[in-house]
């Protein structure tokens, strides 16, 4: 079993004829997944290798089914695209798209939960990955197979990291749920849909400075979460009050910091690595015994 994206995931498109857009389709469906549909508006009537082109969303989903929607617009639509998405009651939307400006996520996410229907991940997000089984977003299908490990990431980068690091045992599901300060999906979601995944046997999280994310799924972990649970935390050589890569991940004082995040984790038992590859062997060790 997996997390929101399975066998019968079929997906659409939004920006399928841009760049991005067509090269990412290309390697979804090289990877095995359901590309069903493109949109884009004033475009309906034209095909990407042989993939519809729709002018709505709604259009898309009555012509083919399509579940899930991965978001390739521009920052500057991509509020209105995301909003589209959740007028036609997809059920997922996955925004690839990064530089979206914080209060129109703020809308947009607002949006989907008044509406009720739609599970955003990202923005600024890698997507997600069922390795061997679906795969929506830009995250390489070839680093890992399937397996025993949920793994949820703020980083792209560092989570197709983890998914080689452990590319012996495998991964139910992968999700980036992206590192700006606001998303749609988050670490306590996706602690909470592994948990109840019986494919799921452990949990690999990765978080990053700024915020208290981190610290909110660790409460989260000591009421809910009895798989075992291995973290590890970007930043911890990050100066104060710099900006790291992402949006959110900013520390000022002692708030936010990697030492408080750990603190936090490892209080409820989580195991934390220092590096990547520390938090890899920690959770080889566990499901080795």
């Known amino acids: 079993m997996t997390i929101w994206l399975d066998g019968d995931s079929r997906i659409l498109v939004q920006g399928m004829t841009g ?172 602690l909470a849909a592994f948990e109840a995944d019986p494919a799921t046997e452990a949990i690999v999280m990765i978080g990053e400075i700024g915020g208290d994310a981190e610290e909110r799924a660790a409460a989260f972990i000591a009421d809910n979460v009895t798989k075992p649970v291995v973290g590890y935390v970007a930043g911890f050589t990050a100066p104060e009050g710099k900006t790291m890569g992402h949006a959110g991940a900013i520390v000022s004082g002692s708030s936010g910091t990697a030492a408080a995040k750990q603190e936090a984790l490892e209080a409820v038992g989580v195991r934390v690595g220092r590096t990547p590859s520390e938090a890899a062997r920690l959770m080889r060790s566990l499901l080795r015994g």
């Not at 390697?27 to 475009?43: D, F, I, L, N």
């Not at 299908?141 to 703020?154: H, N, Q, R, Y």
């Not at 749920?177 to 988050?186: A, E, K, L, M, Q």
């Open 19 to 190: 760049s991005e857009g067509t090269k990412h389709t290309r390697r979804m469906v090289a990877s095995g997944a359901q590309v069903v549909a493109g949109v884009t508006p004033g475009k309906g009537g034209q095909e990407v290798d042989g993939i519809p082109v729709f002018s709505d969303v709604g259009e898309a989903m009555a012509a083919t089914g399509a579940n899930v929607s991965v978001v390739f617009v521009p920052p500057r639509f991509a509020k209105a695209a995301v909003e589209e998405a959740v007028d036609a009651e997809i059920p997922l939307c996955v925004v690839i798209t990064e530089g979206i400006p914080v209060h129109d996520t703020a809308q947009f996410f607002q949006y989907a939960i008044n509406a009720g229907s739609t599970r955003i991940i990202g923005p600024n997000c890698p997507g997600i990955i069922s390795p061997g089984v679906s795969n929506a977003g830009i995250i390489p299908a070839d680093i890992t197979g399937p397996g025993p490990i949920g793994l949820v990431s703020k980083s792209g980068t560092l989570t197709y990291q983890m998914m080689y690091e452990l590319n012996d045992i495998g991964f139910s599901t992968c999700v980036g749920i992206g590192g700006d300060p606001i998303i749609g999906t988050t670490h306590i979601d996706c």
